[in-house]
């Protein structure tokens, strides 16, 4: 067992993308004061869209009024660590089915997030590919 740290700059395209199917991971997005205004606080905003089972989900502000969302996914049967950017205006930065950030061989899990300071994000994950 391996943990993995990875830092993200902030950008408006995916890094690769992926398959596009039903939508599983969602944030809900709700209007106030000092907040984004989202879509409608009666409407969840999609963060990846393809089937299987996403856990160990964990989300961070950018600093701007957006987020950045990150999971453990099981599309491909086999975990890998997948990130999301929430832009302030309630747009994704990279496609609907999420980024890739670990598609090594072997389980990826417990994803945690940080800032870095300099408008991006460094994860940190537990990786079974030595196990």
Do not use: K
């Amino acid at each position: 067992m391996l943990d993995v740290l990875l830092r993200l700059r902030r950008a408006r395209t995916a890094p690769r993308p992926a398959l596009a199917a039903a939508a599983c991971v969602a944030m809900l997005a709700i209007a106030g004061p000092a907040r984004a205004t989202w879509p409608p606080a009666t409407q969840n905003l999609p963060v990846c869209t393809v089937t299987g089972a996403q856990n160990y989900r964990t989300a961070i502000s950018d600093g701007e009024g957006g987020m950045f969302v990150a999971w453990s996914d099981a599309r491909y049967s086999i975990t890998d660590i997948y990130v999301q950017h929430v832009l302030a205006e309630g747009s994704l930065a990279w496609l609907s089915t999420g980024a890739p950030a670990c598609l090594a061989t072997g389980r990826q899990d417990q994803v945690v997030l940080t800032r870095d300071g300099a408008g991006g994000i460094i994860l940190a994950w537990r990786d079974y590919h030595n196990s």
